[in-house]
C-alpha cells in the first residue's frame, strides 16, 4: 500500500496495491497491521457505513464533537466522488484548511480522516457507493455541520452542472466561526 500525506497533519492518501487481469482485479480493502503502521498507533473501528448517492449530491461537511469524535476511513467501490477533509481543530496549525480528493471505483484511493474534522462529498458520476469505517459509533446528540460552501473555507468544488443537493440539515448547516 503506498500512503501519501497531505496539507493536513494526519489526512492521509491510501493507495492499494491493486493485482488485475483479464479477469478483473483483486485488492486488499483493508488490513490492520498495515493500517495502524500507517497512521502511527493502533485504531479500532466499530463501525462500517455505506452509501448510495445520485449525480450532484453533495454529503457533509459533518463531524461529531469530542468525547464522540468520529475518526473515518472512506472509500468508494462504484462511481466516482471528489472528498474533502476540513480542519475544525481550533488549536491546530492547519485550522480551517481543507484537502481533496477524488475517490473512485476505478483508482481505489483510500481517505483516512483523523478525529477533529469535518468530511464531505460531491458526487461527480451517475451514482456513486461510498463505504466508510468509523472509530466511534454514530451519537446523534453529538453531530455538526459546517456548510459546504462557507467562504471562510472556499473549498473548490468540481463543477457537475447543476446545484448540489443537499438535506436540509445540511442546507441549514451553520460557517466555521460559529462554532463553539
Known amino acids: 500500500m503506498h ?7 494526519g489526512v492521509l492518501i491510501l ?6 487481469d483479464a479477469r478483473g482485479f483483486f485488492l486488499e480493502s483493508f488490513n490492520q497491521n498495515v493500517f495502524d503502521e500507517a497512521v502511527g498507533r493502533h485504531v ?4 462500517d457505513n455505506h452509501s448510495r448517492s445520485a449525480r450532484g449530491v453533495l454529503r457533509g461537511l459533518h463531524f461529531q464533537k469530542a468525547p464522540r469524535a ?3 476511513l472512506v472509500r468508494v467501490t ?3 466522488v471528489f472528498d474533502v477533509a476540513v480542519d475544525i481543530r481550533r488549536d491546530s496549525p492547519t485550522f480551517g484548511r481543507w484537502v481533496g480528493v477524488e475517490l ?3 483508482n481505489h484511493r483510500q481517505l483516512w480522516i483523523p478525529p477533529g474534522l469535518a ?3 460531491l458526487v461527480l458520476t451517475d451514482t456513486a457507493d461510498f463505504l466508510y469505517k468509523t472509530t466511534e459509533f454514530y451519537s446523534p446528540a453529538d453531530e455538526g455541520a459546517v456548510r459546504w460552501d462557507d467562504p471562510d473555507l472556499a473549498i473548490a468544488w468540481p463543477d457537475v452542472g447543476e446545484a448540489p443537493k443537499l438535506s436540509a ?8 466561526r460559529e462554532l463553539a
Not at 479500532?44 to 463501525?47: C, E, L, P
Open 3 to 9: 500512503i501519501e500525506t497531505t496539507a493536513i497533519e
Open 15 to 20: 493507495q492499494p496495491k491493486v493485482f488485475g
Open 44 to 47: 479500532d473501528f466499530v463501525q
Open 70 to 72: 468520529q475518526g473515518k
Open 78 to 80: 462504484a462511481g466516482a
Open 104 to 106: 473512485s471505483g476505478e
Open 119 to 121: 468530511h464531505g462529498f
Open 169 to 176: 440539515k445540511d442546507a441549514a448547516a451553520g460557517r466555521l
